[in-house]
């Protein structure tokens, strides 16, 4: 099951960084994405990296946040920098929606919480 961790409680202007463990063999094979959800909406998709290291991001954290991955750890990560209140959500790790024929099962998230 996917393992996210990291969140938590931060003030506006802030920095957290969440990883997201994913077990299995095939890790390497995929392109992964962190999503959120925030309360009374659906799941987004907010950045991807693909199994080459190359990242995209959606446009309102592009500039603050940072996805990167690492194979041998089997683990992804998500550093958030400047984060505001309305970053406030639960995040996930999975596959990139876009590139996978279906995704993992998903895990519990992680909440993160921006205070102003």
């Known amino acids: 099951q996917l393992q996210a961790s990291g969140g938590g409680l931060v003030q506006a202007g802030g920095s957290l960084r969440l990883s997201c463990a994913v077990p299995?063999?095939?890790?390497?094979?995929?392109?992964l994405g962190w999503y959120r959800q925030a309360p009374g909406q659906g799941r987004l998709l907010i950045a991807d990296?693909?199994?080459?290291?190359?990242?995209n991001y959606a446009d309102f954290v592009k500039g603050r946040f940072t996805i990167s991955r690492d194979n041998a750890k089997k683990t992804t990560y998500l550093q958030m920098n400047s984060l505001k209140p309305e970053d406030s959500a639960v995040y996930f790790c999975?596959?990139?929606?876009?590139?996978?024929?279906?995704?993992?099962?998903w895990g519990q998230g992680t909440l993160v919480t921006v205070s102003s």
């Open positions: 999975n596959k990139d929606q876009y590139e996978a024929a279906d995704l993992w099962s």
């Open positions: 990296i693909n199994n080459e290291g190359r990242p």
């Open positions: 299995g063999s095939t890790f390497s094979r995929y392109a």
